[in-house]
């Protein structure tokens, strides 16, 4: 078994040798759900869980993932000498396998933690107002694992396999919410959004050199030809095309991005004073979910959701 096919000897693969590939792929949002039902029965479930919704959240998860939030959540069930695993525990499950311990002796400034809140109700609030994001499930300012400060969960509906230009825009736009939203409220920018910058930036030039979704490149696709045992080992190889080519590829990259963040800055800008308002609420409850965050989302004011 690997999971690097693409490294493996041809000569392997004649017939007569190792000719037969049985792929196992990650399991879809069905068999997700059958996976968490199994290993559901050694524990006590409470009522209001839902294993449908479970398998909702955990997208690209494999079985031994799935297998580590149900044990999770009977651990967190247990210490808190629960008789039964409730829904919040397998909530914590998933957020401590995707985004790691809390860290609540990591201590943030007031101005931090201000900056953080608008920061994660920006990428809420450009999640809920284009037309391809998945819904927000769920936002919170409690710092996990190594360098996470606070953290937007989005909710996919289905699994997907196919996207179109739309949505990976649409996807970027996500990205882009909350250091535009720093740049609203603040008129200056922060260092927390470098992770959001680095996948935006990553998605922009898949479109531009894989995809085919540059006018100006084309149908053609970019990339590096590499003889296998140098792909193996690490070591880049030969690139495909000319240094003008590779001029073009940044200024299509830069112009999805550029575009994309004045789409995002318009409509914030729109919405800026309900999105102050989410922060705060934020900022003064460090989690959202649920009606609340739906309401803060519609543009409702906060006392009337506390």
């Known amino acids: 078994a690997t999971n690097r096919p693409e490294v493996l000897d041809q000569a392997l693969l004649r017939p007569g040798r190792f000719d037969r590939q049985v792929v196992v792929d990650k399991p879809d949002i069905r068999g997700r759900?059958?996976?968490?039902?199994?290993?559901?029965?050694?524990?006590?479930?409470?009522?209001?869980?839902?294993?449908?919704?479970?398998?909702?959240?955990?997208?690209?998860f494999a079985g031994a993932e799935l297998a580590n939030i149900v044990n999770e959540a009977a651990?967190?069930?247990?210490?808190?000498?629960?008789?039964?695993?409730?829904?919040?525990?397998?909530?914590?499950?998933?957020?401590?396998?995707?985004?790691?311990?809390?860290?609540?002796?990591?201590?943030?400034s007031e101005k931090e933690r201000d900056i953080v809140a608008h920061?994660?109700?920006?990428?809420a609030f450009v999640a809920t107002s284009v037309a391809h994001a998945d819904p927000v499930h769920k936002v919170t300012i409690i710092p996990?694992?190594?360098?996470?400060?606070?953290?937007?969960?989005?909710?996919?509906?289905?699994?997907?396999?196919?996207?179109?230009?739309?949505?990976l825009e649409d996807r970027i736009a996500v990205l882009l919410g909350g250091r535009v939203a720093e740049e609203l409220v603040y008129g200056e920018v922060s260092t927390g959004?470098?992770?959001?910058?680095?996948?935006?930036?990553?998605?922009?030039?898949?479109?531009?050199?894989?995809?085919?979704?540059?006018?100006?490149l084309g149908l053609?696709?970019?990339?590096?030809?590499s003889p296998l045992f140098l792909k193996a080992n690490g070591l880049g190889g030969e690139r495909d095309f000319s240094?003008?080519?590779?001029?073009?590829?940044?200024?299509?990259?830069?112009?999805?991005?550029?575009?994309t963040h004045d789409r995002v800055r318009g409509l914030l800008t729109t919405k800026k004073s309900a999105l102050v308002a989410a922060a705060g609420e934020l900022k003064r409850v460090e989690t959202l979910e649920g009606e609340a965050l739906r309401r803060l989302l519609n543009g409702e004011a906060a006392a009337t959701v506390a």
């Open 119 to 123: 920061h994660e109700m920006g990428h």
């Open 243 to 259: 240094d003008a080519t590779a001029r073009t590829i940044d200024e299509e990259v830069r112009a999805i991005l550029d575009r």
């Open 144 to 167: 996990r694992g190594i360098a996470a400060l606070g953290m937007t969960y989005q909710l996919p509906t289905e699994d997907r396999f196919l996207l179109t230009r739309g949505e």
């Open 193 to 216: 959004a470098h992770n959001d910058l680095e996948r935006a930036t990553e998605l922009a030039r898949l479109m531009v050199t894989k995809y085919g979704m540059s006018e100006r």
């Open 220 to 225: 053609a696709t970019y990339g590096e030809r």
């Open 75 to 108: 651990l967190l069930a247990a210490r808190k000498e629960k008789n039964a695993v409730e829904m919040a525990d397998f909530e914590e499950a998933i957020d401590r396998v995707v985004a790691g311990l809390e860290k609540r002796s990591r201590v943030l």
């Open 33 to 60: 759900e059958a996976i968490l039902r199994l290993h559901a029965r050694a524990v006590v479930l409470a009522p209001n869980v839902e294993l449908a919704v479970i398998a909702a959240r955990t997208p690209g």
